[in-house]
């Protein structure tokens, strides 16, 4: 079935450094693609999205980008602080049987940030 | 608004037990989910619905019913409880559907089936 990967599953650096996920979807339909973050004890939270008719898209420390052909979307984080130590989730849109669109999600990147 | 709430935040069953996992959103949206993480997984579509009224499967219905009388309110219900249901179990809400508009998650219920 349709699923979607996410790499690495774990990922440590510097403060200051960039830290980059990357994710790949199998279905070509998929047209809109959250990044999650989920903080210890706590339900995910949108920090970007991006859609399928948009290649690169940014929010002060944050970028999504978006490789429609090669069905992969990552995240940059440039400048990265000790708050931003979390698990991040991306997903992707698949349209069900009924034709609902539900997202399925990556297994997450745990990111550790060291001071 | 406080948002997405869920209750009770941790719940230890026995096997063959029931309950029931509360969710109540105050946003007014017509979109609610429940979803399953399990560790070091993604979170899983367990049901979700569209309205008062109007409820359907995920990718993961089996062993979970779900109910929607009125647009704040969203419980799962698990009947005889087994040791597979052992999960995180989040509820999520969205004014819009999926794909369209963000969906706000709640903090979550741990819930341990020994």
């Known amino acids: 079935g349709e699923n979607v990967e996410q790499h690495p599953s774990t990922l440590s650096v510097q403060e200051g450094d960039s830290a980059v996920i990357k994710c790949t979807y199998s279905?070509?339909?998929?047209?809109?693609f959250p990044w999650y973050k989920q903080e210890l004890g706590k339900g995910p939270q949108l920090i970007i999205d991006?859609?399928?008719?948009?290649g690169e898209k940014k929010d002060q420390r944050i970028a999504v980008t978006l490789n429609k052909t090669a069905k992969h979307f990552s995240l940059h984080i440039t400048e990265t602080q000790p708050e931003d130590s979390a698990v991040y989730f991306c997903?992707?849109?698949?349209?069900?049987?009924?034709?609902?669109?539900?997202?399925?999600f990556g297994k997450g990147t745990k990111l550790t940030v060291n001071p | 608004n406080a948002g997405v709430t869920q209750t009770p935040k941790f719940r230890i069953l026995k096997i063959g037990q029931s309950m029931t996992l509360q969710c109540t959103q105050d946003?007014?949206?017509?979109?609610m989910y429940w979803y399953r993480q399990d560790p070091g997984m993604g979170l899983k579509l367990i049901y979700y619905?569209?309205?008062?009224?109007?409820?359907d499967k995920g990718e993961v219905p089996n062993g979970y019913n779900v109910s929607r009388s009125t647009t704040e309110d969203f419980p799962l219900r698990l009947e005889l409880a087994a040791p597979s249901q052992t999960s995180v179990y989040f509820c999520?809400?969205?004014?819009?559907?999926?794909?369209?508009?963000?969906?706000?998650f709640g903090p979550g219920t741990r819930l341990t089936v020994t």
């Open positions: 991006i859609r399928s008719n948009v």
């Open positions: 997903a992707a849109t698949i349209i069900t049987q009924g034709g609902s669109e539900k997202l399925v």
């Open positions: 279905d070509s339909a998929s047209n809109y």
């Open positions: 946003m007014n949206h017509n979109y």
């Open positions: 619905s569209v309205g008062a009224g109007i409820t």
């Open positions: 999520a809400s969205s004014y819009g559907p999926t794909g369209r508009d963000e969906q706000y």
